[in-house]
């Protein structure tokens, strides 16, 4: 009987203490102060006063074929609240924005940054994004236009043009070397296709005072295909002027560029003769 007792007793112990820590689990979460932005005026227009901006458009000028145009906006506020920034979101995916972690309480008197990095791949002419402000005040919208312009024509002495030729006949991968890569060589990281087409093959393919043995690729007299393209920007062509473009060849593009670009050119030049054996 006492033994009993014993046994009781223990597990009765037992017990409470599993209740009890089970009271004081969901004590700490009902107790915990939860943070409930107001959104109640999330989708009204931000009221004058709120917060100050130093500018809530702005302009960037840049050369088309430049990676990004960066801004920065500088806001304020000037009201004796807490106000809250509860997202931001960006009128494309080539628009990254960044700030705090959201939501983004910004105290009485305060000042922070947004900054926006627009991704020019592909842009041309005058581009107009947006970044849109929500706050537990109102919205507010950011213009940013980014200005771009051709790059310049490079004007060449015959002296450099022949001096290029001459450097090319003795080595055709010279032109991703040294000086000859300042102009001939653009960053090619993280493009594809016609962009990739514009910052590598264009400066020698679609130049109007090219050399006569500098082929027009629009005007290809033989069978074309994908193929085809793949396998002259792999190898180019030995004991000419036309480089290797392929790493494993020396060259400046990986194998998944180099399937874009044939694939671009492919369906910009469909072949204009017929396929061989037809
Ligand atoms: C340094 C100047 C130069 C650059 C840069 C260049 N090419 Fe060429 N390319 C040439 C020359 C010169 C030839 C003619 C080769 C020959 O003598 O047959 C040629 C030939 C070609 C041909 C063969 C056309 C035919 O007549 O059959 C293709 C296709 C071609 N290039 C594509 C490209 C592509 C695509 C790029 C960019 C990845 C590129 N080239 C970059 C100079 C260049
Ligand atoms: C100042 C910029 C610049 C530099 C530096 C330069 N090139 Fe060029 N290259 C060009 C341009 C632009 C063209 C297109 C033809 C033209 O406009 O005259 C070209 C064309 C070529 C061609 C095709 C033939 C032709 O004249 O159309 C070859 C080959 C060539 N360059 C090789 C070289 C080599 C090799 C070097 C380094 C020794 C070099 N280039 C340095 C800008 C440059």
């Not at 409470?16 to 005026?41: F, K, L, R």
């Not at 939501?103 to 990095?117: E, S």
């Not at 290029?164 to 060589?185: E, M, P, T």
Request: charged share 15%; aromatic share 6%.
């Amino acid at each position: 009987m006492q033994m009993y007792r014993a046994i009781f007793t223990i597990a009765a112990i037992f017990t409470v203490g599993i209740i009890s820590a089970a009271a004081q689990n969901s004590n700490e979460i009902t107790s915990a102060p939860v943070y409930v932005p107001d959104t109640t005026h999330q989708n009204d227009p931000l009221p004058d006063g709120v917060l100050v901006f130093d500018a809530t458009s702005k302009s960037v000028d840049a050369v088309e074929g430049d990676n990004f145009a960066h801004f920065t906006f500088s806001l304020t506020n000037v009201t004796p609240n807490i106000v809250t920034i509860l997202n931001v979101h960006a009128s494309c995916q080539c628009t990254v924005a960044e700030l705090p972690p959201v939501p983004w309480q910004l105290p009485p008197g305060t000042n922070g940054q947004i900054k926006a990095t627009v991704d020019l791949a592909g842009k041309t002419g005058t581009v107009f994004k947006t970044i849109d402000i929500t706050t537990d005040k109102g919205k507010k919208q950011l213009l940013l236009r980014i200005n771009l312009t051709p790059a310049p024509v490079i004007e060449m002495t015959a002296e450099q043009k022949a001096a290029g030729i001459a450097a090319s006949k003795l080595d055709r991968q010279a032109v991703f070397k040294g000086d000859c890569a300042s102009c001939h060589v653009k960053k090619v990281e993280g493009k594809f296709g016609q962009e990739l087409f514009k910052s590598t093959c264009a400066i020698c393919h679609e130049a109007t005072n090219r050399a006569t043995m500098v082929p027009d690729l629009a005007n290809l007299k033989l069978p074309t295909n994908v193929e085809f393209w793949r396998t002259w920007i792999t190898y180019g062509k030995p004991g000419s002027l036309m480089p290797s473009f392929a790493k494993s060849q020396g060259g400046p593009l990986d194998d998944v560029q180099i399937v874009s670009l044939a694939q671009f050119l492919n369906a910009i030049h469909p072949s204009q003769a017929p396929p061989a054996g037809n």
